[in-house]
Nanobody, 116 residues
Framework: VQLVESGGGLVQPGGSLRLSCVAS????????MSWYRQALGKERELVAR????????NYLDSVKGRFTISRDNGKNTVYLQMNNLKAEDTAVYYC??????????WGQGTQVTVSS
């Protein structure tokens, strides 16, 4: 099983990034997918979540209207489009696959740094 994130980097405040997470080794289309983040010295927090078919999504209040989670089950990929980034969005972002009654999986994380 692998979850491989990409797309992180350094961006100025107000800028945009698109994170991708490519999954392999399990039936991606049957798993809910989430993005978490962990800032230095803070606990990991849920940023966005989408159900297995992408019908339902949930967001952390502080990212609503700025971040969008989406998935392409044909490509085994989940995305996080991040717009109007702020310094407080700086964190390591993790992809998380979960399904009731089955093992859950984490990616290795990708660093997002928002700074001028």
């Amino acid at each position: 099983v692998q979850l491989v994130e990409s797309g992180g980097g350094l961006v100025q405040p107000g800028g945009s990034l698109r994170l991708s997470c490519v999954a392999s080794g399990f039936t991606f289309s049957r798993y809910d997918m989430s993005w978490y983040r962990q800032a230095l010295g803070k606990e990991r927090e849920l940023v966005a979540r989408t159900t297995s078919v992408g019908v339902s999504t949930n967001y952390l209040d502080s990212v609503k209207g700025r971040f969008t989670i989406s998935r392409d089950n044909g490509k085994n990929t989940v995305y996080l489009q991040m717009n109007n980034l702020k310094a407080e969005d700086t964190a390591v972002y993790y992809c998380y696959a979960h399904r009731l009654g089955y093992n859950a999986y984490w990616g290795q994380g990708t660093q997002v740094t928002v700074s001028s």
